[in-house]
């Protein structure tokens, strides 16, 4: 969703004006309609006889049906069909924020189109790709309806083993404890995000100086503090996003991990 949903939502974020509303609404367009119905759509695309076979057929690309559906490559198509708007959405929203002016000064400054979006325009834009990957993480871990349909009865993904666990294999236990390893999952999930955040913002103030042999955090009452060896040549760095990145990581996986095991 992300390879696909970031060049959608940079080129909603940079297009003129009078096309942005038309384009959201056709990212949003799909939400008008029942996601049991879009799904058997996609059956209908991608079945032996469906419309995508009956094309290749017909421009003589294949000589027989190719078997897409029932196989786990038409269950990522359904996935990332269903949730795509999820991504776009929150990307649109972080890129639309964005300064222009500091990717014309990357360009007048001599780096190229990819240097730039890699070290200007994703730093940037992390907090909306952090929130897209969040809302897309989380109803994707349980999607059922999508794996069932058109994965057949070979999807392996954790709702449907829980289904079966419930439903053919009669093991209750092993299925309860495949729901509360998915609940705490999702749980973590949020907790590393909101530690993430909390603690970049009580970090915020503080700035990293960076010696020959010491990294210094120093805070705004002027206390230093040595964090660890670093490398060569004195350099001052505002390591604000950089630290709370680092120190949001560490914490949420720390917290994520005593909330699963509780």
Not at 39 to 57: E, S
Not at 69 to 92: E, N, Q, R, W
Not at 187 to 207: C, D, E, K, M, R
Not at 229 to 245: D, H, I, K, N, Q
Request: with cysteine; glycine share 10%.
């Amino acid at each position: 969703c992300l390879l696909i949903g970031y060049p959608m939502a940079y080129g909603i974020a940079t297009a003129p004006e009078r096309w942005r509303i038309p384009l959201l609404m056709l990212i949003i367009l799909p939400f008008w309609t029942s996601f049991l119905i879009r799904v058997y759509a996609w059956i209908g695309i991608l079945k032996n006889n469906g419309l995508l076979n009956n094309f290749l057929i017909s421009l003589g690309l294949i000589d027989e049906p190719l078997t897409i559906l029932h196989t786990p490559l038409a269950v990522y198509i359904g996935i990332v069909y269903s949730y795509l708007p999820f991504m776009v959405l929150p990307l649109y929203a972080a890129l639309d924020r964005l300064d222009r002016s500091l990717i014309e000064a990357s360009l007048d400054l001599g780096a190229g189109h990819f240097r730039t979006i890699m070290r200007i325009v994703v730093p940037l834009a992390a907090p909306g790709i952090i929130a897209g990957v969040m809302i897309t993480l989380i109803p994707a871990l349980g999607a059922y309806l999508t794996p069932d349909l058109m994965g057949g009865t070979d999807s392996q993904m954790i709702a449907n083993v829980i289904e079966r666990q419930f439903k053919k294999a009669n093991d209750w236990p092993f299925g309860a404890a495949l729901s509360f390893l998915l609940i705490y999952t999702m749980f973590a999930l949020i907790a590393i995000l909101a530690l993430g955040n909390a603690v970049g913002t009580a970090l915020s103030p503080y700035l990293v100086v960076k010696y020959p042999l010491l990294l210094v955090v120093i805070s705004p009452e002027g206390r230093h503090v040595v964090l660890a060896t670093s490398g060569v040549g004195p350099e001052l760095l505002v390591a604000v996003g950089t630290l709370r990145r680092l120190m949001g990581i560490i914490g949420g996986f720390g917290l994520g991990l005593m909330l699963s095991l509780i």
